[in-house]
Each structure stands twice: as structure tokens, then as C-alpha cells.
């Protein structure tokens, strides 16, 4: 398993450039570029477009073979952290060099002449130099602008994962066990011991799914002694065995929360025995997490309790957001009379 920063390692500066969202919006950048380039000669809009298609094939290749570069890069950052300096310079190097040895290399062939006739090197290289600057500089800004998140993620995780009745109710159910049955007793607050542990870590800590599943565990059985037959589980994990759970990476404390709010809405004004569904899947290099538990009504407002706590929701939309960008996402619905949320995200980081 990668190593992962810990909670006093700053991030590189280096842009993920192996994450979807980062190539889609250099991409996508750089292509609105050089189509505003070519339509500021004034020709019309079918030429601009035919000598877009034509251009594309020669930026495309300099950018993804630059992306490429820069996530190996960035991966041994992350591993022997360098220089910010440095790691700026390098995304501003790379694309000029791409540039460079590209046009080197296809200089030679006769159709790379007669379809870029007029074309000048060296405000190639040097527009990539330029177009690497701005595009680190913008990820970088980017990743200061969630910053904050991280800081606030570890206020609201106290608040969102573990309520003040939570831990009351758990210490009264310890306290009821200590003389009859002090064995389960100890392993109660052995679990709450554990359980808040977890809760000091940063949120940007990335552990094992085993490992989450562990935890997660740990307090559904705290709350199955106190809620007793009330709460039932199931648990369904096809073809995952405990060695694909150590493999793969997880945000630490991403499921409790939920689990949380499914018991909290879902099992707590219940009556007769409730189920929570816990379904975890594997598809290709995506792990597919769906947590689903029954809608009860309000008994004053008659309104159905299927929304949640909404600021552990927030706080795991933020998380992925920030650790996976456009790879991860949480989706709630109500179905059925039942609500589901679902979290997608990536094998590993």
C-alpha cells in the first residue's frame, strides 16, 4: 500500500495529475486556448475549426505525455518531499521539454510539415513553459482554497460522528453490565476507548477498508447492546476477501458517520426491529459502499426523518471532493421507504 502523508506533511504543490478531474480541466483549458488563438485571426469558423482538429493532435499529445511525467513526479514527492520551489519549476520544465522534443522528433515527417507550414518552435516551447506556470499555480490555489475544510472537517467530525448522547447512552449501557456482567462491560468501553481514538486522527489520514470495518463494528456493537432485537444487520461484501480489504484505501473515519445517522433515523424511532444494510462492492479499480436503513415519520410534524445529520454529509462530500476531486462522490435517495446513501471512490488514492 501507498504511503500516505501524515497530519504534519504538507501536500505537494505538484498537481495530481493522474486524477480524472485534473486532466479533464488542463485538457479542457488549454483546448479553449487555442481555439480563442486561432478565432482571434478573424478567418471563419470553418477553417478555425479544421485547423483546431489539426492542432489538437500535436497539444493533446504534449499534454498528456506532461500529465504523465508530472504524476510520476509527484508520486515521488510524495515519498522524498522536495523543494515547493523546486516542484513548481519542475511543472513549468516539463511541458517545455515535452514541447521541445516533440516537435524535435516530428520535424522530420513530411506531413507534420505541411499541416504546420508556419509554425514557430519556439513559441511553442515557450507558450507550454507558460501554460505549466499557470496551471500549477491554479491547482495550488485550488487545494489553498479547500484548506480550510481541513481544519473545519476536525471540529465538525466531533460534532457530526459522535453526538453527546452517544456517549451517555454508551456509558449508562457500560455502567447497567459492570455488576452483572462485567466481562461485556469492559468491552464496551474498550471499544468507546477505541472508537474516540479514531476520532483525535486528522481526516486526511487514509487507512485500510479492514481496518474502517473494524471500527465501524466496534460501535454497532455498543449500539446493539443498547438497542437490543431493534437493530439488525446485514452485511453484504461479495468476492471481497480480508486481503483485497487491507489493499484497499480508505478516508479514515468515512463510514461511522454514516452508520451513525442510520442508526440515529433509522433504528432509534423504530418499534419493532429495523435493518440496517451495509453493501460493499468492487468494480474494476472503484469500491461502491451503500449504507441503506428504513424512513420513519415524525410522530408531531408527520414529516419522514430521512435527511440526516446533513453536517456529517457535508463533511464527507467536502473530504472526497478534496482528496479525489472529480473520482468520488456521495448521493442520497429515499426509496421505497427506505433511505440509501451511496460513496463511490477510487481503489487507491
Request: hydrophobic share 45%; net charge negative; aromatic share 8%.
Amino acid at each position: 500500500m501507498r504511503p500516505t502523508l501524515s497530519a504534519t506533511t504538507d501536500e505537494p504543490v505538484i498537481p495530481d495529475c493522474c486524477n480524472i478531474g485534473v486532466i479533464f480541466r488542463v485538457l479542457l483549458g488549454v483546448s479553449l486556448m487555442v481555439l480563442m488563438g486561432l478565432g482571434a485571426h478573424g478567418d471563419s469558423w470553418d477553417l478555425v475549426l479544421q485547423n483546431f482538429i489539426e492542432i489538437s493532435i500535436l497539444i493533446d499529445l504534449i499534454v498528456l505525455l506532461s500529465l504523465l511525467i508530472l504524476c510520476v513526479c509527484r508520486r515521488y514527492a510524495y515519498r522524498h518531499p522536495f523543494s515547493v520551489w523546486a516542484q513548481r519549476l519542475l511543472c513549468m520544465v516539463v511541458p517545455g521539454l515535452i514541447s521541445f522534443f516533440a516537435l524535435s522528433i516530428m520535424a522530420g515527417s513530411a506531413w507534420f510539415g505541411d499541416a504546420f507550414p508556419h509554425l514557430d518552435r519556439i513559441y511553442l516551447v515557450t507558450l507550454s513553459v507558460l501554460l505549466g506556470a499557470l496551471f500549477q499555480h491554479y491547482f495550488e490555489l485550488r487545494m489553498k482554497a479547500y484548506s480550510p475544510a481541513l481544519g473545519e472537517a476536525r471540529l465538525q467530525a466531533l460534532q457530526a460522528r459522535i453526538r453527546p448522547h452517544f456517549l451517555f447512552n454508551s456509558l449508562n449501557t457500560a455502567l447497567s453490565l459492570i455488576r452483572h456482567e462485567p466481562r461485556r462491560a469492559e468491552t464496551v468501553l474498550e471499544d468507546l476507548s477505541d472508537l474516540f481514538r479514531v476520532l483525535m486522527r486528522d481526516t486526511r489520514y487514509m487507512t485500510s477498508l479492514l481496518d474502517e470495518l473494524q471500527l465501524c463494528r466496534q460501535y454497532l456493537a455498543i449500539e446493539s447492546l443498547r438497542l437490543g432485537d431493534r437493530l439488525h444487520l446485514v452485511w453484504d461484501m461479495p468476492q471481497l476477501s480480508d486481503n483485497d480489504l487491507r489493499q484497499i484505501e480508505i478516508p479514515a473515519l468515512l463510514l461511522q458517520p454514516l452508520l451513525e445517522n442510520a442508526v440515529h433515523y433509522g433504528v432509534e424511532p423504530a418499534m419493532t426491529p429495523a435493518t440496517i444494510e451495509i453493501r460493499i462492492q468492487r468494480t474494476l479499480e472503484k469500491i461502491d459502499i451503500l449504507i441503506r436503513n428504513p424512513v420513519h415519520l415524525h410522530q408531531q410534524s408527520g414529516e419522514t426523518l430521512t435527511s440526516g445529520n446533513q453536517m456529517a454529509l457535508d463533511n464527507i462530500r467536502q473530504r472526497l471532493t478534496l482528496l479525489y476531486d472529480m473520482e468520488a462522490a456521495l448521493q442520497t435517495t429515499e426509496n421505497e421507504g427506505f433511505f440509501e446513501v451511496r460513496i463511490y471512490f477510487p481503489v487507491s488514492r
